[in-house]
C-alpha cells in the first residue's frame, strides 16, 4: 500500500511581515530571511523524493516552492485556487 504525504508550508519571510503588516492578497517579496529559510527547507525536503510542488500565483509563495522545488528537481506548479485570502481595507497596514 502506498501513502500519500503532505506537506503543507507557508511561503518564507517577507519585508511586510518584518514590520508586521497585513498582505494577504496584495505582493509581498521575500526576504533574504524568507530566500534562506526557503533554501534550508528545500534542503531538509529533498530526501522525502517529492512527486510534486504546488504553490499560489504569488510572488512569495512562487519565489519560495521555486527554491524548495529546485533542490528536489521540481518545477513548481501554480494554481490560482491556492491564492492567499484578502484581508480588504487591512491589506499593507500594521497589526
Known amino acids: 500500500m502506498r501513502v500519500t504525504r503532505l506537506f503543507l508550508v507557508r511561503h518564507g519571510a517577507t519585508a511586510a511581515t518584518e514590520e ?3 498582505s494577504g492578497s496584495i505582493e509581498a517579496q521575500l526576504s533574504e530571511v524568507g530566500r534562506w529559510q526557503a533554501g534550508r527547507l528545500g534542503e531538509r ?3 522525502q523524493r517529492l ?3 504546488y504553490s499560489s500565483p504569488l510572488a512569495r509563495a512562487r ?3 521555486g527554491i524548495i522545488a529546485a533542490h528536489c528537481g521540481l518545477e513548481p506548479v501554480i494554481h490560482d485556487g491556492l491564492r492567499e485570502i484578502g484581508h480588504g481595507h487591512w491589506e499593507g497596514l500594521k497589526r
Open 20 to 22: 508586521d503588516r497585513f
Open 45 to 47: 525536503l529533498a530526501p
Open 51 to 53: 512527486d510534486a510542488v
Open 63 to 65: 519565489d519560495t516552492a
